[in-house]
């Protein structure tokens, strides 16, 4: 358990639909970052959040936005989904400037 | 911005020999890497990061070399096993943006 907590692990769902993806960091972690990776593919960055607030955005398409809450959790919400968005969508958290430990991942499947 | 590449999209090793598996990153800005193992399903898990002021760090079983001048990383691991089947990915952080840039992975295969 590397104290990255992500819900739900696997979400099927139909092309045109809304979800979201929640991620609980390690215990003191400020900061979270989301990452996407698509089969066989890289991770690639979509966007950080430091204590609530947005701190950096990478390829983060316009009908995917995120938030991070006053207890630190945050949620990615992926809308108007299309058959190419079936990715392992991963959380990191990190305390400082170095450690990034990452969740286990939300398998998303859009059919 | 930054890219980083990995030179073998698969290696294969014979259990007990060492594997070496290289890295490329392209901003010379990058102060912080970080080797991540990545095993089917899972997320990937934190093998060694070194810092932009050191050339070489040791772990168990594990050492990483950094080549500020040519921009190169490489993951050493010693008497290679079957658990260490696994994708492996390299990260290169820039101070100023503070998330990570991936490699697309290198996949180890370790032959009993």
């Known amino acids: 358990d590397s104290g990255v907590t992500q819900t739900p692990k696997h979400l099927i769902t139909a092309t045109g639909q809304r979800v979201t993806l929640r991620c609980s960091p390690r215990?003191?972690?400020?900061?979270v970052y989301w990452y996407q990776q698509s089969l066989d593919q890289g991770l690639q960055f979509l966007i950080q959040y430091y204590n609530g607030e947005e701190r950096a955005k990478g390829n983060i398409l316009e009908r995917f936005s995120a938030q991070q809450f006053p207890d630190l959790h945050s949620e990615l919400n992926l809308s108007s989904l299309e058959l190419g968005d079936s990715a392992l969508y991963f959380c990191?958290?990190?305390?400082?400037?170095?450690?990034?430990?990452f969740g286990s991942g939300t398998r998303l499947t859009v059919v | 911005g930054e890219s980083v590449g990995l030179h073998l999209p698969t290696l294969s090793v014979q259990e007990g020999d060492n594997s070496i598996i290289n890295c490329a990153y392209s901003n010379s800005a990058s102060d912080y890497f970080i080797w991540y193992k990545q095993e089917s399903g899972k997320g990937p898990q934190f093998i060694i990061d070194?810092?932009?002021?050191?050339d070489k760090r040791q772990g168990q079983r594990v050492t990483v070399l950094l080549n500020k001048t040519v921009k190169h990383l490489s993951l050493q691991i010693a008497a290679t096993q079957p658990g260490d089947s696994a994708v492996y990915f390299c990260a290169a952080r820039t101070a100023a943006g503070n998330m990570l840039t991936f490699g697309g992975g290198t996949r180890l295969m370790v032959k009993p």
């Open positions: 070194i810092r932009s002021n050191m």
């Open positions: 215990s003191g972690d400020l900061s």
């Open positions: 990191a958290s990190s305390a400082r400037a170095y450690g990034y430990t």
